[in-house]
């Protein structure tokens, strides 16, 4: 059993999701011990059905016992908010239309989702999607993409990037090298795509280097196995896929994120001994762990904390990886703005139900 200094340098790498509108005794448990740069807010986190005061009441609660337990002043506070479908927030947060719709409106759609994120305290967006809606069947990607062409595609995830940035919000390319061509789902099976390099870099690829020529700060990847790429792990831990293309032949050099290490497509693997180290050295610096989708208790985490541990301690994860990601996530941290819990003014909020209705129909 790794002790809780061990334990506490996998939280430097750790975005960890919360169980509820209160913190859980598991909760406080392992915000103290594990303390994390991170953590990721789900529906399940905001008091539904009750007026707009009272459920940001509870939840700038939440927002300040998790600094209290972590006892982290700077961290990174984030939310899944694309718009469309993927919301989590009660009214009278907006609700805008979904990526495919946006086209001219995306930068001011994103700018007034910024204006909101900051009113709850977010600090960082896990978007634009910059995924491509190239399968007409995709179950979990569609909509949510900008374009069904690469080029509309990275022209407006680039726009609502920016207007995210220039409002004050941290934005994250997602899913890395591309989840547009899938006809399943990653949440609850591995997807494959038997797509060759070239393929990824006449499609899938294009959006994500125009966001990295841009300078997006972070690339979420994909747990989609690409066989023709690197036959034998999903994207979250090839070096193929991380290094040789996301790092060395596109240039990025920001924070590279895993999708959710509690989807199903990936989740099996992570209860392995060495899987953690394996995605580390492929070029992976921050991990999120959701408690959102196969169970809300915390051991699954401890257990990747303690492999985490394990693996610096037999060698098979070198300190020098670690560090260079720990530089990388210390590097953004350093320039992401905190930002406190406060109620939006009213005619806000109109304005942005009216930009929702505008874009809608563009």
Request: hydrophobic content about 40%.
């Amino acid at each position: 059993m790794a002790g809780s200094q061990e334990l506490n340098r996998f939280g430097h790498h750790l975005i960890l999701g919360i169980s509820g509108t209160t913190l859980s005794d598991e909760d406080k448990r392992a915000l103290s011990e594990l303390k994390p740069v991170g953590v990721i807010f789900f529906a399940k986190n905001f008091l539904d059905g009750t007026p707009y005061q009272v459920w940001l009441e509870k939840f700038k609660d939440l927002n300040k016992e998790i600094r209290e337990y972590t006892e982290r002043d700077s961290m990174f506070v984030t939310l899944d908010h694309e718009g469309g479908r993927v919301v989590r927030t009660p009214l009278p947060i907006t609700r805008f239309p979904h990526a495919l719709l946006l086209r001219s409106h995306a930068y001011e759609v994103a700018k007034a989702t910024a204006i909101e994120l900051k009113s709850l305290g977010i600090n960082l967006s896990w978007a634009p999607v910059a995924d491509i809606f190239s399968h007409p069947n995709n179950p979990v990607i569609g909509s949510r993409a900008f374009g069904s062409t690469p080029e509309t595609a990275a022209q407006d995830a680039r726009e609502y990037y920016l207007g995210l940035r220039d409002s004050g919000i941290i934005g994250s390319a997602k899913h890395f090298p591309g989840h547009g061509d899938t006809s399943q789902d990653s949440h609850i099976e591995l997807p494959v795509l038997n797509l060759t390099l070239e393929d990824l870099r006449l499609r899938e690829l294009i959006p994500f280097k125009t966001l990295i020529e841009v300078q997006i700060p972070l690339i979420m990847t994909a747990h989609i196995l690409f066989p023709k790429i690197d036959p034998d792990v999903p994207a979250t831990l090839s070096r193929p896929i991380l290094k040789n293309i996301l790092r060395e032949e596109l240039g990025f050099g920001g924070v590279v994120v895993s999708d959710d290490l509690d989807m199903k497509a990936v989740s099996d693997m992570l209860t392995q001994t060495g899987t953690i180290a394996r995605s580390f050295n492929a070029g992976c610096d921050l991990f999120i762990v959701s408690r959102n989708i196969n169970s809300s208790s915390i051991e699954r985490t401890y257990r990747i904390a303690e492999d985490f541990a394990d693996s610096l301690v037999n060698g098979s994860l070198d300190e020098s990886v670690v560090e260079a990601a720990r530089e990388r996530i210390e590097k953004l941290l350093a320039v992401t703005p905190q930002y406190p819990v406060q109620a939006l003014d009213k005619d806000v909020l109109l304005q942005h139900a009216q930009l929702a209705i505008a874009s809608s129909y563009s």
